[in-house]
């Protein structure tokens, strides 16, 4: 079910930027986060990172020329680094946290990116309208 939970969540995000012009974190995004629908810890841990990638950029962007291709490998390989940081470091220091834990290490920056062009709370709605739109299709499929 894994593998049609993927292809429908290409498919629906693919719809839902045609439709409307927005992008939902990227269009593979929702396909990850749907298997994570229920451990919604990683998640929030997932769109965390994205944050902190985000604020990274901005910081930095102030003294690096950071645009296009730049802009996008650097977001890549800080939200990379911090999704390391976060599963290496976060656990030991609060132990609570350990269902906290990141979605691989490109979503982060794939989010981050369209944070960027689009904004955070537009492309935050448009990544959990996706994202639960595939969930309940799914759940419909499994059903029938």
């Not at 390391?84 to 794939?110: C, D, K, Q």
Request: aromatic share 14%; proline share 4%.
């Amino acid at each position: 079910m894994e593998l049609e939970l993927a292809f429908l969540g290409l498919l629906a995000s693919l719809a839902f930027t045609g439709l409307t012009g927005f992008y939902p974190g990227g269009i593979i995004v929702p396909s990850y986060l749907v298997l994570f629908l229920s451990d919604p810890g990683r998640i929030l841990g997932t769109l965390a990172v994205a944050f902190l990638t985000f604020l990274v950029y901005r910081l930095a962007s102030r003294w690096l020329i950071l645009f296009g291709r730049r802009r996008f490998v650097f977001l890549i390989l800080v939200g990379g680094s911090w999704a390391f940081l976060w599963r290496l470091l976060l656990p030991s220091l609060f132990p609570a946290s350990a269902e906290l834990a990141v979605i691989g290490w490109v979503i982060p920056g794939l989010i981050a990116n369209h944070f960027e062009g689009q904004g955070v709370l537009l492309t935050t709605a448009s990544l959990v309208t996706v994202t639960v739109v595939v969930g309940w299709l799914g759940r419909l499929l499994v059903v029938l």
